[in-house]
């Protein structure tokens, strides 16, 4: 089996720092994409992994809390609700956790890896997994709530 190239990128990295754009038509490539950031997520036992973290600047990630994984294109929430605060992880800030606050539960549509729309229901870690990685998507790190907590 080929290597994946994909590398994960750490914080620093200018590539984190921006906002990616939306896929407008779903290919093989993006299919591609998907099944290699999945495998390197497992590689490194990972619970989530977005495409700017591997370099790419389209609105890409995988989610895996180990109940299913899901390939998610153009994620984004449309229902927020309760709140939640948890030490995070991330694979492009090694070796650090920070205390996030965010949604308890949460509605996020997406495309599949078919471009079919997908509507995900989620609370507790799932809702936090979603909601880390759609960050990503928006350019920002779990570093950037270090600020935002009393
Ligand atoms: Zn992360």
């Known amino acids: ?17 921006r906002p990616v754009k939306l896929v407008e038509k779903v290919t093989d490539e993006h299919r591609k994409t998907l099944s290699e950031m999945a495998r390197l997520m497992y590689s490194v036992s990972g619970i989530g992994l977005a495409a700017p973290q591997v ?11 180990g109940t299913g994984l899901y390939k998610l294109i153009n994620p984004k929430i449309v229902k927020y609700n309760g709140e939640q605060v948890n030490e995070e992880g991330c694979l492009s800030v ?19 890896e078919n ?12 809702a936090c997994a979603l909601q880390h990685e759609i960050d990503h998507l928006n350019g920002r790190l779990i570093i950037d709530y270090e600020k935002k907590l009393p």
Do not use: N, Q
């Open 1 to 17: 089996m080929k290597e994946t190239g994909l590398k994960i990128r750490k914080s620093g990295d200018s590539v984190l720092k």
């Open 55 to 65: 370099g790419l600047e389209e609105s890409m990630a995988v989610v895996d809390i």
């Open 94 to 112: 090694p070796d650090r956790g920070v205390k996030v606050k965010r949604a308890s539960h949460v509605v996020v549509e997406a495309l599949d």
């Open 115 to 126: 471009g079919k729309r997908l509507v995900i229901e989620a609370e507790g870690l799932l």
